[in-house]
């Protein structure tokens, strides 16, 4: 947790408690994310993972402005957003969250909330004190 402000160690122990792999911080990107998440998928036309660049904006506090920051995000990457690992935005709390991606033999607009069994209990839970 060195290094990580408050609210990305928060969504670190979440990512942890809900059973998805987080790096922090990774390098080879245009605009650094907070982190690259990876969390399984049992469809048979997905790899056994997905994957997310996750950013994070602690001011989006709904998914309407979740949605503008994907579509600034984009634009300043320069990169689709359908490409893996997919940028997403993650809010002031993981039920903000957007992203777009393939899965199955279709994909679309994804939240955690889809993603994760009881998201609103397991954020409360990993709290950093
Ligand atoms: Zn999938």
Same mark, same amino acid.
């Given at each position: ?27 080879? /990107?245009?605009?650094? $994310?907070?982190?690259? *998440? ?12 997905? !994957? ?37 935005? /993650?809010?002031?709390? $993981?039920?903000?969250? *957007? ?12 939240? !955690? ?17």
């Amino acid at each position: 947790m060195a290094g990580m402000t408050h609210i990305e160690q928060h969504y670190a122990k979440f990512f942890t408690k809900v059973g998805w792999f987080y790096e922090h911080r990774p390098e080879g /990107f245009k605009i650094t $994310p907070n982190f690259i *998440v990876e969390f399984l998928c049992q469809h048979s036309e997905c790899v056994p993972m997905h !994957a997310i660049a996750v950013y994070i904006d602690e001011k989006a506090m709904d998914l309407k402005q979740a949605e503008a920051d994907l579509d600034h995000l984009e634009q300043a990457v320069g990169t689709s957003r359908y490409c893996t690992p997919n940028l997403a935005v /993650f809010g002031a709390d $993981p039920s903000i969250s *957007v992203w777009e991606m393939p899965h199955g033999a279709g994909g679309g607009v994804e939240t !955690a909330s889809n993603w994760c069994l009881d998201l609103h209990k397991n954020w409360v839970v990993t709290e950093p004190r």
